[in-house]
């Protein structure tokens, strides 16, 4: 499965990472542990050595092909990071908002549901609002934020160690998209899922049921996942949200093509692109891309980077669903539908799963 970074949690992602030459478990305990039992406040990093692409090589190849498509990780340097959190501002740009409205609504079903004593499964930690929120309704024993970029994340779960110190946090740097170990010290615990924000839409339908096929067989069997999703609508609705009348995501698009060439060390000519979202109601799905004004190229490490005019650089995906829609494709990846939430416009939605084969 390719690698999947969210639009909707968005913050500062390393497009480059490195990993030490062999499997390590940092221990960087403050609290203390005895005979492998939780103790209080622990905070350990666990790393699971997650392969990574060579990011020139990458570039090369997916800017050289027939049909240009970039990973969405590359939004992520710092300017694409704040535009990011200004688009989550927006009028347009409901996803936020409704969402953590809806969270807000659902503390008391989510806390009866969950039950106490549980260790949280964060997919994908970015921007620390949306786990700080469930954190206060749920009270975990233990918190497990799980991502690729190894720095980031453990800047951001020491930051949440500080303000929930008595919180046993054990952030682990592993790639999303497959299979990995849990950390040890939450192997007895039961095991809840948190995938916020429709991330679960950056991924094909096909690519969600595998995705979530490898999150049931780690989290194993009983084990529970809130996951948001975003809802099918009226497309003026869902467009507006990818074409907000400011032109922050049309910046934040624009801003992708100068990172590529920081990254390649070239200029990429952003002014030479514009600004491209439609949403398809076959598939439900946005589409964003970058589209090439006029024809022109550029070199990079010796080879030849050619677009036409009209050329569309492929940067996003996102996939809408209707309930049943997305029922269908957690039962595909090994989950059962506990309970289902929308907000009053239904235009959000949030499903508890639970899993009924690992």
């Known amino acids: 499965m390719p690698e999947i970074w969210t639009r909707n949690d968005r913050s500062q992602h390393e497009s480059g990472l490195t990993t030490p030459d062999k499997e390590t478990t940092i221990a960087t305990t403050e609290g203390s542990r005895v005979d492998n039992k939780l103790s209080r406040g622990d905070f350990e990093l666990f790393d699971r050595q997650p392969q990574t692409a060579d990011v020139t090589e990458e570039l090369l190849r997916s800017l050289g ?10 939004f992520y340097d710092q300017r694409g990071s704040e535009l990011f959190e200004a ?11 409704t969402e953590m409205a809806l969270f807000d609504t659902l503390a008391d079903e989510l806390r009866a549901a969950i039950g106490a004593d549980c260790a949280l499964v964060e997919y994908g930690s970015g921007s620390s609002k949306k786990i700080r929120q469930l954190l206060e309704t749920v009270a975990p024993l233990a918190y497990v934020p799980v991502d690729i970029s190894l720095s980031h994340m453990q800047h951001n779960a020491r930051e949440l160690h500080r303000d929930y110190p008595n919180l046993h946090i054990y952030p682990t740097c592993a790639d999303i998209t497959r299979r990995f170990e849990l950390p040890e010290p939450v192997a007895q615990l039961n095991k809840v899922g948190f995938f916020p924000g429709s991330s679960i839409g950056n991924f094909s339908p096909d690519q969600a049921v595998e995705f979530l096929s490898n999150v049931a067989r780690t989290l194993g069997t009983g084990s529970r996942l809130i996951v948001g999703v975003d809802r099918k609508k009226d497309s003026a609705i869902l467009e507006a949200a990818y074409n907000d009348s400011a032109g922050v995501t049309a910046e934040f698009n624009l801003n992708m093509m100068k990172h590529l060439g920081e990254l390649l060390g070239v200029d990429l000519a952003p002014e030479k692109f514009v600004h491209r979202a439609d949403y398809d109601a076959e598939t439900g799905c946005i589409r964003m891309f970058l589209e090439a004004v006029e024809a022109h190229e550029v070199e990079a490490n010796g080879a030849r980077i050619r677009f036409s005019e009209g050329e569309r650089v492929h940067t996003e995906s996102s996939y809408k669903y209707a309930p049943e829609e997305f029922a269908e494709i957690a039962r595909r990846g090994g989950f059962r539908q506990v309970s289902h939430w929308s907000d009053p416009n239904d235009w959000f939605s949030i499903f508890l799963l639970e899993v009924v084969s690992d």
């Open 87 to 97: 688009i989550t501002q927006l009028p347009e740009y409901y996803l936020t908002r």
């Open 65 to 74: 092909a027939s049909e240009k498509s970039v990973s969405a990780r590359y």
